[in-house]
Nanobody, 120 residues
């Protein structure tokens, strides 16, 4: 499975961005997906996750009410709509996919990351 993020950039505080994560390869094996971020000098942290059918989502407290995760399985693409951005949202955002296949079992895949910079 290959994951490619896009949509990052520089935005002023209060602005919006929409990240996309396009999956290719053995996409039929993808189960849950998620967005993570890593700011300079900090550990990678969970931003949001979404189940296979999109029926259940989970958000970090710091982004609840501002970010919305979604996925379009027909397009093999996941999104993160980010509104009311704050300078503390500045980070590299990574796409993650959990996959299951025989005989490999469960595996995690990561994209290369996309930079989001929010200026004050």
């Amino acid at each position: 499975v290959q994951l490619v993020e896009s949509g990052g950039g520089l935005v002023q505080a209060g602005g919006s961005l929409r990240l996309s994560c396009a999956a290719s390869g053995s996409t039929v094996s993808i189960d849950a997906m998620g967005w993570y971020r890593q700011a300079p000098g900090k550990q990678r942290e969970l931003v949001a996750t979404i189940t296979l059918n999109g029926g259940s989502t989970n958000y970090a407290d710091s982004v609840k009410g501002r970010f919305t995760i979604s996925r379009d399985n027909a397009k093999n693409t996941m999104y993160l709509q980010m509104n009311s951005l704050k300078p503390e949202d500045t980070a590299v955002y990574y796409c993650n996919a959990e996959t299951y296949s025989d005989p490999n079992g469960w595996r995690d895949y990561w994209g290369q990351g996309t930079q989001v910079t929010v200026s004050s």
